[in-house]
């Protein structure tokens, strides 16, 4: 293939001739030969089109935001020589480059292997794919090329962090059958003390209260309060409509952070969590128990860009018909949108018991902009703005309105397990 | 990697400059030195940038200036026109290679693959000189072969025909694909 030289040098060439007939100047015509000249030297000798074997091999295929991952790229050449040889390995925007370069320049003989190392970190969260790799044969004239593209892609899926959450008390009000870590507020197999009855052949002798039994001198047992599981769901949204911020620190990614530290804690109650993500499709994870869970849920959240312009109550439609009655809803969203307030508002009136974990778009814009008095001001009207939304919402759900620079762990202090009076 | 394509200009411009100060009027200076501080700048920006539209400037702000400056001042003197001409086309080639070349010295830190880009570079730039030296000398025996043959007869037509065959070749060369390699066997 010719470059852009090609054309700008016969243009120089038909100047010179142009101005030959117009000055009547035949030594203007002999101007015009040297750009014609080389670019009949140059076209004489083509440059050969690489033929490469290419092997890409990634020190990881799954890391966390920011992890580094070495990227070996082994090319061959199974061509004739490739004088010079640019190799450019495409990477995807949402990744930086911490060591090295995707890109080289070099001369290969026939035959010849060579190695090009260099090293990825993804700013986001999600399933990047490295490749394809662009070669090109270039002659040293600048005027003619030849350009592969080798079809190799590595996938690389990027996991969001995992914050530490582990002291939150965020658990289902509303216990199951299944064994687990809630107090159930009925007699069952746990470890709280919840009453004495009198003894029945069979009790565990451990379980009888010999204090209890002396003092009414007949023998009494322990009773205690089970300890079951529940169910919950994470609804995100992840709406055009709630994206607010740059993206790795948006609003929608700070949810995606949110979602995934309240699976992972819920989950190690031994509870059943299940996911909904509103996006450019409603998809959803049925609840499940285990570590297996938290894993299908990383997969669903990994894949979460923000999209979609539909309505945010389609996720009451899907709760009710798709998922267990009685379960906790955990809605994450910056309840930016009238309807997102009204759908809470809906979830209530049919019973759901509604935690919301909100990340504060004022917070996310105010840390966008410097300092300044009319942003200031505008900041503090915002601010009102969404405080006087959140108490209203209070009346029917827990909200925790998180600023997504600070931990959420702290944002989480004021949930309480129990359900509040209203 | 970028002093050889940086000096190469700044000969050509010192090239223009001697003639503008010999021949040319202060007028003349001040146009003609305007002209190539732009396109010094151009240059500059574009070895900074490492982006072809501003060599591309520099290049035919060079060339402009120094053509002018010959059809207007000191007169047409075909050798060393054909000359610059032809270092110019070299000064395109060097550039583009120090476009290739500049962001992976930058980058490269292993011995082994900096050797290999290294040798790979002198060996570019030296085909690529080595080609314009080519074109040189094949320009200038052209310049005595074009005349004897063209210009025999003093007719507008032929001097006509001899223009629009040039055209011709230059567009063929222009447009037209690099000829193939000849298999071997």
């Given at each position: 293939?010719?470059?852009?030289?090609?054309?700008?040098?016969?243009?120089?060439?038909?100047?010179?001739?142009?101005?030959?007939?117009?000055?009547?100047?035949?030594?203007?015509?002999?101007?015009?030969?040297?750009?014609?000249?080389?670019?009949?030297?140059?076209?004489?000798?083509?440059?050969?089109?690489?033929?490469?074997?290419?092997?890409?091999?990634?020190?990881?295929?799954?890391?966390?935001?920011?992890?580094?991952?070495?990227?070996?790229?082994?090319?061959?050449?199974?061509?004739?020589?490739?004088?010079?040889?640019?190799?450019?390995?495409?990477?995807?925007?949402?990744?930086?480059?911490?060591?090295?370069?995707?890109?080289?320049?070099?001369?290969?003989?026939?035959?010849?292997?060579?190695?090009?190392?260099?090293?990825?970190?993804?700013?986001?969260?999600?399933?990047?794919?490295?490749?394809?790799?662009?070669?090109?044969?270039?002659?040293?004239?600048?005027?003619?090329?030849?350009?592969?593209?080798?079809?190799?892609?590595?996938?690389?899926?990027?996991?969001?962090?995992?914050?530490?959450?582990?002291?939150?008390?965020?658990?289902?009000?509303?216990?199951?059958?299944?064994?687990?870590?809630?107090?159930?507020?009925?007699?069952?197999?746990?470890?709280?003390?919840?009453?004495?009855?009198?003894?029945?052949?069979?009790?565990?002798?451990?379980?009888?209260?010999?204090?209890?039994?002396?003092?009414?001198?007949?023998?009494?047992?322990?009773?205690?309060?089970?300890?079951?599981?529940?169910?919950?769901?994470?609804?995100?949204?992840?709406?055009?409509?709630?994206?607010?911020?740059?993206?790795?620190?948006?609003?929608?990614?700070?949810?995606?952070?949110?979602?995934?530290?309240?699976?992972?804690?819920?989950?190690?109650?031994?509870?059943?969590?299940?996911?909904?993500?509103?996006?450019?499709?409603?998809?959803?994870?049925?609840?499940?128990?285990?570590?297996?869970?938290?894993?299908?849920?990383?997969?669903?959240?990994?894949?979460?860009?923000?999209?979609?312009?539909?309505?945010?109550?389609?996720?009451?439609?899907?709760?009710?018909?798709?998922?267990?009655?009685?379960?906790?809803?955990?809605?994450?969203?910056?309840?930016?949108?009238?309807?997102?307030?009204?759908?809470?508002?809906?979830?209530?009136?049919?019973?759901?018991?509604?935690?919301?974990?909100?990340?504060?778009?004022?917070?996310?814009?105010?840390?966008?902009?410097?300092?300044?008095?009319?942003?200031?001001?505008?900041?503090?009207?915002?601010?009102?703005?969404?405080?006087?939304?959140?108490?209203?919402?209070?009346?029917?759900?827990?909200?925790?309105?998180?600023?997504?620079?600070?931990?959420?762990?702290?944002?989480?202090?004021?949930?309480?397990?129990?359900?509040?009076?209203? | 990697?970028?002093a050889i394509p940086l000096s190469l200009f700044a000969a050509l411009c010192e090239w223009i400059a001697i003639d503008l100060v010999r021949y040319a009027t202060p007028q003349g200076w001040a146009v003609g030195g305007l002209a190539l501080a732009a396109a010094a700048i151009a240059a500059v920006q574009g070895s900074l940038r490492t982006q072809a539209p501003w060599h591309r400037a520099s290049r035919a702000i060079l060339a402009a200036v120094f053509v002018a400056e010959r059809l207007l001042v000191s007169g047409v003197d075909v050798i060393p026109?054909?000359?610059?001409?032809?270092?110019?086309?070299?000064?395109?080639?060097?550039?583009?290679l120090e476009r290739t070349f500049g962001p992976v010295f930058d980058a490269v830190r292993e011995p082994a693959l900096l050797a290999k880009v290294d040798a790979a570079a002198v060996s570019a730039y030296a085909r690529a000189l080595g080609l314009a030296g080519f074109t040189f000398a094949v320009s200038i025996l052209l310049v005595q072969v074009v005349p004897i043959l063209a210009l025999q007869g003093r007719s507008l037509i032929l001097a006509l025909g001899v223009a629009l065959a040039l055209l011709g070749v230059i567009a063929w060369l222009a447009?037209?694909?690099?000829?193939?390699?000849?298999?071997?066997?």
């Open positions: 293939m010719r470059t852009a030289l090609a054309p700008w040098l016969a243009g120089a060439s038909g100047v010179f001739i142009v101005f030959a007939l117009l000055l009547l100047d035949w030594r203007l015509v002999l101007l015009a030969l040297p750009p014609i000249v080389y670019l009949a030297i140059a076209g004489m000798r083509p440059v050969p089109a690489p033929v490469l074997d290419v092997v890409r091999e990634v020190s990881r295929d799954r890391a966390g935001v920011g992890q580094e991952v070495r990227v070996t790229l082994r090319v061959a050449n199974r061509g004739p020589r490739l004088d010079l040889l640019e190799l450019y390995d495409e990477i995807p925007r949402e990744l930086d480059v911490a060591a090295g370069r995707p890109h080289v320049a070099l001369a290969l003989e026939a035959g010849e292997e060579v190695t090009l190392k260099y090293t990825v970190s993804a700013r986001v969260k999600g399933v990047y794919a490295l490749g394809p790799l662009v070669a090109r044969n270039s002659g040293a004239s600048g005027l003619e090329y030849e350009e592969l593209v080798v079809p190799i892609r590595t996938p690389l899926s990027v996991a969001p962090p995992l914050e530490d959450i582990r002291r939150a008390k965020v658990q289902p009000r509303r216990t199951r059958m299944w064994m687990g870590q809630i107090p159930s507020r009925r007699i069952g197999p746990g470890t709280d003390f919840w009453g004495l009855r009198e003894y029945a052949p069979g009790d565990e002798t451990r379980r009888i209260n010999w204090k209890a039994s002396a003092r009414f001198d007949r023998l009494l047992t322990n009773e205690v309060e089970g300890e079951r599981s529940g169910d919950a769901v994470i609804v995100l949204d992840a709406r055009t409509e709630s994206l607010v911020g740059p993206l790795p620190r948006s609003t929608t990614e700070a949810g995606v952070r949110a979602a995934l530290a309240l699976a992972s804690k819920i989950l190690e109650g031994r509870n059943r969590v299940g996911l909904i993500v509103q996006r450019e499709v409603l998809d959803w994870v049925y609840p499940a128990f285990g570590r297996k869970q938290l894993f299908r849920i990383l997969d669903a959240l990994i894949r979460v860009r923000p999209g979609g312009e539909w309505p945010f109550d389609h996720v009451v439609w899907v709760l009710e018909r798709f998922f267990p009655r009685n379960c906790q809803v955990i809605i994450v969203s910056p309840l930016l949108d009238r309807e997102a307030v009204e759908t809470v508002e809906d979830l209530a009136a049919r019973g759901f018991a509604i935690t919301i974990v909100s990340p504060s778009p004022v917070e996310v814009e105010r840390a966008m902009y410097a300092d300044d008095p009319t942003i200031g001001l505008a900041y503090r009207v915002l601010r009102m703005e969404r405080e006087n939304a959140v108490s209203a919402l209070r009346r029917y759900a827990d909200v925790v309105d998180w600023d997504p620079r600070e931990p959420l762990a702290a944002a989480l202090k004021g949930v309480s397990p129990s359900p509040r009076h209203r | 990697m970028r026109m054909i000359g610059f001409l032809v270092l110019v086309i070299a000064l395109a080639s060097l550039q583009s447009l037209a694909p690099a000829w193939p390699s000849r298999k071997k066997g």
